[in-house]
């Protein structure tokens, strides 16, 4: 990353959005940088929720289905291959009232920027919601999990629950299955809220089966998980379910936090956008899952961050 320059566009996130964006832009001669996150925690995740995802068999052109972290990979050296820049690294402030935009991505605390740009594509995504329980934190990597794909391998033959009504909950379900001697889906009502394709799929399966109108209050082990207690939302009662793995699976929080107080967000913290994926900020765009929590898909993401780069070389077409 070259220190002193200002950017023609800086894209900051590296999920479906955003390496389609760095596609576009880098095709349009723009020379975009990608700031792609580092690897540290669910909210920082370069390559995006995909990274974290197994088969995906809705992402058109590839009828077998393709691995999410190799549909990631492709699009990223597909990116590199027209002259995207990415740097692993993670955006840590951002002024964007400066002109040009300013970004750090070292020590938010010092004087000067360490990248300052015409423009900024946000294509942060969302991540995973946690149920907040003391125990979840304390045993995430011995046992609690929100990643199928990545831990699914170290349940072999064991007691699986994966807590959740909606496709995530489904999706990781199914694919426990490959590897748990039994796969329990705890959700808090007695309708799931996931497609019925999904619902017919894991309804079939013989090793997964349903506990209804039951929330988790605790998760139980001392070096590893051992069960889960769960309380029925309507007679109360709580009781234990022995498990060795619990899979957490319900929905995505938008990673918004970097803009607070700076661009308009709904009452769930996604940007609002306008028109595409302009912002109230000219020279910002948003798009993919920061901006969008109603389609939330891989294509629907890849899509707006083709808008999203179509709008950010007309805006700067526009100074020409
Ligand atoms: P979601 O649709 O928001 O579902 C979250 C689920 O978790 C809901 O069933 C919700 O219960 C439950 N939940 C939320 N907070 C909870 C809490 N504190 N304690 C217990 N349960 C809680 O999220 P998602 O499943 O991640 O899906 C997000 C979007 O991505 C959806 O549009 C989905 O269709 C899409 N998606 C698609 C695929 C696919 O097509 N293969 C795969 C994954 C995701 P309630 O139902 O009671 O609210």
């Known amino acids: 990353m070259e220190v002193g320059t200002t950017r023609n566009v800086v894209i900051v996130g590296s999920g479906p959005a955003g390496l389609t964006a760095a596609v576009y832009t880098a095709r349009a001669n723009l020379q975009p940088l990608v700031i792609e996150g580092e690897l540290s925690s669910t909210s920082d995740q370069p390559g995006g929720q995909l990274m974290l995802t197994t088969d995906v068999e809705n992402f058109p052109g590839f009828p077998n289905g393709i691995m999410g972290p190799q549909l990631m990979m492709s699009m990223r050296e597909q ?43 946000i294509s942060t995504g969302a991540s995973s919601l946690m149920l ?28 699986i629950a994966v807590i959740g009504g909606g496709d995530s909950a489904l999706e990781e379900a199914l694919f426990l299955t490959k590897f748990g001697d039994s796969v329990t889906i705890v959700h808090r009502r007695k309708e799931l809220r996931a497609s019925k394709i999904m619902q017919d799929r894991a309804f079939k399966n013989e090793k997964i089966d349903f506990v209804w109108d039951s929330a988790v209050v605790d998760i139980l082990g001392d070096e590893k998980v051992s069960g889960i207690k769960i309380q029925d ?11 060795d793995g619990v899979f957490v699976a319900i929905g995505h929080e938008p990673n918004t936090g970097l803009f607070k107080g700076q661009l308009a967000m709904d009452a769930a913290g996604y940007l609002v956008t306008e028109g595409g994926t302009r912002t109230a900020l000219p020279g910002v765009f948003a798009c993919g899952d920061v901006q969008d929590h109603v389609y939330r898909q891989a294509i629907t993401a890849a899509g707006s961050g083709c808008m999203a780069a179509i709008d950010t070389e007309r805006y700067l077409a526009s100074f020409e």
């Open 233 to 243: 939302v309507i007679t109360g009662e709580d009781r234990e379910l022995a498990v």
């Open 79 to 121: 990116a590199e291959r027209f002259g995207a820049e990415i740097v692993t690294k993670k955006a840590t402030k951002v002024d964007l009232s400066a002109s040009p935009i300013a970004i750090w991505t070292e020590d938010p605390d010092a004087a000067e920027p360490d990248v300052t740009t015409k423009s900024l594509i």
């Open 132 to 159: 907040g329980l003391p125990n979840e934190a304390r045993l995430l990597g011995y046992g609690v999990s929100t990643c199928a794909t990545c831990d699914g391998f170290f349940f072999r033959d064991k007691r």
